[in-house]
């Protein structure tokens, strides 16, 4: 699956809003999962990234959000409905592996 413009752009508003809502910051996420900053930013942007990297992303602030014991914006293209399908295509990470370490 590959998202058009108009679903990239979508998709990057609304990263971005719940990584408002998150409280962190591209350095903070970056930090975390290891990555450069430009590779998160890429991420965020929802261009030039790897499509599991915006998943990881978007999971990531998401798990932040909930423990902080709020709710996410929702999503229009990486909603729940498509994880498996975006599993099949891309080999998602778990954030919980990225969390407790066992990714890496």
Not at 75 to 88: F, G, H, I, K, P
């Amino acid at each position: 699956m590959s998202l058009n413009r108009s679903e990239r752009g979508d998709t990057c508003n609304e990263l971005n809003a719940n990584l408002v809502l998150s409280g962190l910051t591209p350095e903070n996420i970056g930090g975390a999962l290891g990555w450069t900053l430009d590779r998160t930013t890429a991420a965020l942007a929802v261009a030039g990234a790897a499509p599991r990297d915006v998943w990881l992303v978007r999971d990531y602030i998401d798990a932040a959000i909930i423990a902080a014991g709020k709710t996410p914006h929702p999503y229009s293209s990486l909603t729940e409905q498509m994880r498996s399908a975006a599993d099949s295509w891309f080999g998602l990470i778990d954030v919980a592996d990225v969390i407790t370490g066992a990714a890496r």
